[in-house]
């Protein structure tokens, strides 16, 4: 009886092991079965949230991918910035909706509706969209000119335009200061003198910035919200040098500013003595906050960067078309002889207009180089209705230039270089309102007067003194690197020398 016991008791408790093993596998399956269901659904929402409630009401366009976006469809275009957007306003229209990571742009390709918004509406659409976490990590908070808003940006952009002109902007003062550097530059390349292992250095860290920031991860961390600074950090990680030597590049220049300057004087020599006058005139007021030593770093990278890096590259591609076109670069030593007769001297800003073709031949450089192949994306300050699309304040909104500048409607075979379509039937140099490579309305590029300046002085004095010729390697890819500013492929070629036939 015992034994026969034991073994009914037995046979229960492996009956009831079992059956708790099964409830447990049960429960646990039910489980798992609850989990992805969750996920599924979590997913699910999310994705009509973003691509579907999110969209309600903005203009219609590609379709995105969770966090990328149409980033990839962008940096893998074959022209940067143009041809996709091309492609897109073929199939969606002159305004459409395109993402960068979840966040939705609306863009605009067509002149007149750009013009009727930055220039009409400039306020509406005067802020720019930014990503405050990443002012963070690379600027050190909401500093500079170029990513703020508000009445800091009202602020320092009106300054810094207002400086721009007490230094001789636009003035014989500036244009003496070019000349210098003109003829320095022309000195050194007669005596095939190296220019500088400091400005080699500027040059490199600069592209490299702009290449890893137009990269789409670097896109992301430079427009998403809510990402935190230590994350951004490892997204740009390849921007960290850059960030580390332009800006302590830039801090050198104003500790060596603030050795020498004398507060009391009225008379500033350059921005930076400008700006520390104003600080130290703040601060006798109590105003810590106005202008501060950060600002002044950021101020200086958005002027010395943005305007470095387009001036370099809309010079460098001028010379590369230029070679590519031998036929053309005579047309500019033609113009050139022919105006100056047998006396070579620099050229000045009162010969500019007289010189039509070389005109002609720098504006359809920056027509079809493109500097900046994707607008930087501005912001609603207001609820609009644009083009009977509804769009809430914050809303992102890019003015696309670059698509203007090669609408086949304004610049027949846009994609021709052709100088000629500047100048007129009376050989006269014809002024194309579309021409707009510095951009248009309130956040219009604040050195453009500077930039057009040395375009001139620079580029039409070298073809001046010499001729730009194909190295063995062959001529200069026109090809652009996707970058946030399309950079000129790095090129060798022989310069020779139109005084002395001397090649270098």
């Known amino acids: 009886m015992g034994q026969q016991f034991f073994n009914r008791l037995k046979s229960s408790e492996e009956g009831g092991k079992y ?3 099964t409830v447990s596998l049960i429960t646990k399956t039910v489980s798992n079965q609850m989990i992805f269901v969750f996920l599924f659904l979590f997913i699910f929402f999310f994705l009509v949230h973003q691509y579907l409630w999110r969209r309600r009401g903005l203009p219609p366009g590609p379709t995105p991918i969770p966090i990328f976006g149409n980033l990839f469809q962008l940096s893998g275009s074959e022209a940067p910035g143009i041809s996709i957007f091309q492609k897109w306003k ?9 993402y960068m990571g979840p966040v939705p742009f609306v863009v605009l390709t067509d002149f007149k509706d750009i013009k009727e918004t930055v220039i009409k509406d400039g306020d509406t659409y005067a802020d720019k969209y930014l990503s405050p976490e990443f002012n963070l990590y690379f600027r050190g908070g909401e500093y500079g000119i170029m990513d703020i808003i ?8 009106k300054f810094a335009v207002l400086q721009l002109r007490e230094l001789g902007v636009g003035k014989p003062l500036m244009e003496s200061k070019i000349l210098i550097e003109a003829e320095e530059l022309i000195k050194k390349l007669k005596t095939a003198e190296y220019l500088g292992e400091e400005f080699c250095l500027q040059v490199t860290l600069v592209n490299n910035f702009m290449e890893e920031v137009g990269k789409p991860l670097g896109v992301l961390a430079f427009t998403c919200h809510g990402i935190p600074p230590f994350i951004i950090k490892r997204m740009v990680r390849g921007i960290e040098e850059q960030k580390r030597e332009l800006f302590g590049f830039l801090r050198l220049q104003i500790e060596n500013s603030k050795t020498r300057i004398n507060y009391e004087e009225e008379h500033s020599e350059d921005f930076v003595e400008a700006y520390l006058r104003r600080k130290y005139r703040r601060e006798q007021n109590n105003d810590f906050e ?10 200086c990278f958005d002027i010395w960067a943005a305007g470095f890096d387009t001036l370099t590259n809309t010079i460098g591609f001028l010379f590369a078309y230029a070679i590519n ?9 033609q113009e050139i002889d022919e105006y100056l007769g047998h006396h070579r001297r620099l050229l000045t800003m009162s010969d500019k207009n007289s010189l039509v073709y070389f005109n002609a031949f720098a504006n359809e450089t920056q ?8 607008n930087l994306p501005h912001a609603l300050t207001k609820d609009v209705v644009l083009k009977g699309y509804h769009l809430k304040k914050g809303t992102g909104i890019i003015h696309q230039i670059a698509n203007v500048m090669t609408d086949e ?3 027949k075979d846009p994609y021709r270089f052709n100088p000629n379509r500047f100048i007129d039937e009376n050989g006269k140099l014809k002024k194309i309102e579309e021409l707009c490579p510095f951009s248009m309305g309130k956040r219009q590029c604040v050195g453009e007067g500077l930039a057009r300046m040395e375009i001139f002085l620079l580029a039409a004095n070298l073809f001046n003194y010499f001729e730009f010729l194909p190295a063995s390697e062959g001529s200069p890819s026109l090809f652009k690197d996707f970058s946030l500013v399309s950079h000129v492929i790095p090129f060798k070629c022989q ?3 139109r005084d002395l036939n001397e090649s270098k």
């Open 367 to 374: 027509r079809l180089a493109n500097i900046l192949p994707m």
């Open 495 to 497: 310069v020779r020398s």
């Open 150 to 157: 508000g009445e800091r940006w009202r602020e320092h952009r």
């Open 409 to 411: 409607t304004i610049f």
């Open 325 to 333: 076109y031998p036929d053309m670069q005579k047309l500019i030593h």
């Open 19 to 21: 059956k708790n093993t």
């Open 290 to 299: 106005s202008y501060c030593d950060s600002q002044l770093e950021n101020v």
């Open 90 to 98: 073929n199939q969606y229209g002159p305004i459409f909706t395109f």
